[in-house]
T-cell receptor, first 112, second 113 residues
């Protein structure tokens, strides 16, 4: 049990739409990171939040945005969806003082 | 730019055999991680290696780290079918925020009877 939960598990959207993915982690996990994993590839870092502020960003356009809330939950928002956004989106959380990164079960997004 | 390369990308093994997966990375990094992923599932943390010469073992899997060679290995001993999965190594993106990992492409392991 990683202590990181994500919702929804699966969703289907059409090109141009917007999507919000959610993640919650336990007390003691002080950062949250989001990753995109395309089929057959390794996960790619999107961004990270620490104390409700963005604290690092990968090579993703501004239409990928996020929020972190005081209750250890987080959102990933993607606007103007493109076909290539179809992927597994993973939320990960650091356990304080160990640096170990735990992943949630992921949200699988299909863009038609 | 930090790059992480794994080899082989595909590995078909017979049960009972030994094999090693290699992970090379291009620049200095503080930590190296190994994860397992089953089809359609998320990433399961296997090992975190923190220093040169670190060796960790869990069951039939053993991971080691040589920071001077920028190389980590994941050794599989006497493989069993349950080890079939994709294995990823990842390193901290040095200079980036904690939790910013660069992953290899993964090694898809298939263990056959």
């Amino acid at each position: 049990e990683t202590g990181v939960t994500q919702s929804p598990t699966h969703l289907i959207k059409t090109r141009g739409q917007q999507v919000t993915l959610r993640c919650s982690s336990q007390s003691g996990h002080n950062t949250v990171s989001w990753y995109q994993q395309a089929l057959g590839q390794g996960p790619q870092f999107i961004f990270q939040y620490y104390r409700e502020e963005e604290n690092g960003r990968g090579n993703f356009p501004p239409r990928f945005s996020g929020l972190q809330f005081p209750n250890y939950s987080s959102e990933l928002n993607v606007n103007a969806l493109e076909l290539d956004d179809s992927a597994l989106y993973l939320c990960a959380s650091n356990r304080k003082n160990t640096g170990e990164l735990f992943f949630g079960e992921g949200s699988r997004l299909t863009v038609l | 730019e930090l790059k992480v390369e794994q080899n082989p990308l595909f590995l078909s093994m017979q049960e009972g055999k030994n094999y090693t997966i290699y992970c090379n990375y291009s620049t200095t990094s503080d930590r190296l991680y190994w994860y397992r992923q089953d089809p359609g599932k998320s990433l399961e943390s296997l090992f975190v290696l923190l220093s040169n010469g670190a060796v960790k073992q869990e069951g039939r899997l053993m991971a080691s780290l040589d920071t001077k060679a920028r190389l980590s290995t994941l050794h599989i001993t006497a493989a069993v079918h349950d080890l079939s999965a994709t294995y990823f190594c990842a390193v901290d993106n040095y200079g980036g925020s904690q939790g910013n990992l660069i992953f290899g492409k993964g090694t898809k392991l298939s263990v056959k009877p």
